[in-house]
C-alpha cells in the first residue's frame, strides 16, 4: 500500500503539470488584454500554480480525493479550451 500512495504522488508531477497547462491556456484564453501580455501572465501565474499543485500532491494525507479533484478540474478545463478554440475564442 506504501508503494502505491508514494506512486501516486511521483504520478503527480507530470499530472500538475498538465492540469497546471489546462489552467493556463484557460487564463490566456479569458484575460481581457492583448494575446502577448495574457501569455506573459498566464506564464508568471503557471509557476505559482505548478508549485501549489506539487505542494498539495506531497502534503495531503487522502490523494485519492486529492486525484478527483485534479481529473475532474483537468476534463472541466479540457472542455472550455477546447470549446474555446473551436469557437473561435481569442485571435
Same mark, same amino acid.
Given at each position: +500500500? ?5 506512486? %501516486?504522488? #511521483? ?5 500538475? $503539470?498538465? #492540469? ?6 484557460? &487564463?490566456?484564453?479569458? &484575460?481581457? +488584454? ?8 498566464? /506564464? +508568471?501565474?503557471?509557476? !505559482?500554480? $505548478?508549485? %501549489? &499543485?506539487? #505542494? ?9 480525493? +486529492? ?8 476534463? &472541466? #478545463?479540457? !472542455? /472550455? @479550451?477546447?470549446?474555446?478554440? @473551436? ?5
Amino acid at each position: +500500500m506504501m508503494h502505491l500512495q508514494r506512486a %501516486g504522488r #511521483l504520478a503527480a508531477i507530470p499530472a500538475g $503539470y498538465v #492540469l497546471t497547462s489546462l489552467v493556463t491556456a484557460a &487564463l490566456v484564453r479569458i &484575460l481581457p +488584454m492583448h494575446a502577448v501580455d495574457a501569455v506573459s501572465v498566464g /506564464f +508568471m501565474v503557471f509557476f !505559482a500554480i $505548478y508549485a %501549489g &499543485l506539487i #505542494l498539495w500532491a506531497f502534503g495531503t494525507r487522502r490523494p485519492a480525493r +486529492m486525484w478527483i479533484w485534479w481529473i475532474t478540474a483537468s476534463a &472541466l #478545463l479540457a !472542455a /472550455f @479550451v477546447g470549446w474555446s478554440i @473551436v469557437s473561435g475564442g481569442r485571435s
